[in-house]
């Protein structure tokens, strides 16, 4: 509805009200009222509120202070993986006190044969069983632990897991063999039996074949010192 042509658009036209006299020069008699211009600016619809400056910034920043965070987080790990502190024994395991699951395994290049669980018994000494893959990071930070049982002459047993043979061959031909006796387990149905959450993991049966001891990460000198000694006296 159009306002008056003489007072522009805050006189507004109200069609019950009688004709009066505006002293302005309208064609016609305005049946209408004085609308002051603040009021008229009030009957515009306002934008909704926007969200305060500090209020975007605050919830642009979230996904960075939790990237930051868990980044520092994992930083630690790594740190506390290296000099033995970190102790992933938290994640608990089912088989400790048990005997190994039943498995039989084909050998793993350079291994002339692989193993089978009834052959974790047969030696009349504690085994290490260690789970690895050439594509797993942290099985290359624990091996020169690994080496250092071999060369203490720790029987330690390795099992490849989801690995493609020739690359867990040409992994241990470059970074030394420390195994014993290595077997393949490529649909890791084994490590699942196992209770195997990742590589590397690393189990200590004793001469019954008894699970009593599993790490879940890289080994270490400081892990084989304060972890592995204390197993070897207490099940020789």
Known sequence: ?????????????????????????????CRSRLIAPEESNSMIPSPPPSRPVWTRRLLLSVPLVLAVAAGAAFLGMLHGMED????????????????????????????????????LTQHGHPVLVNFFASWCVPCKIEQPALMALKQRGIALWGIA?????????????????????????????????WGVYGVPETYFVDPKGIVRWKWAGPLTEQVIKDQIEPLLKAYP
């Open 1 to 29: 509805m159009a306002g008056c042509a003489g007072h522009g658009d805050w006189w507004m036209p109200v069609p019950d009200r009688p004709p009066v006299t505006c002293g302005c020069p309208c064609p016609q008699p």
């Open 84 to 119: 033995g502190h970190f102790d992933p024994r938290g994640v608990p395991s089912p088989l400790i006190g048990k005997p190994v699951p039943v498995f039989d395994l084909p050998a793993q290049t350079p291994s002339p044969e692989g193993f089978t669980s009834a052959a």
């Open 161 to 193: 897991y989801k690995d493609k043979p020739e690359a867990a061959a040409a992994m241990l031909k470059a970074d030394g063999n420390p195994y014993q006796r290595i077997a393949r387990d490529a649909a890791g149905g084994t490590a699942i039996d």
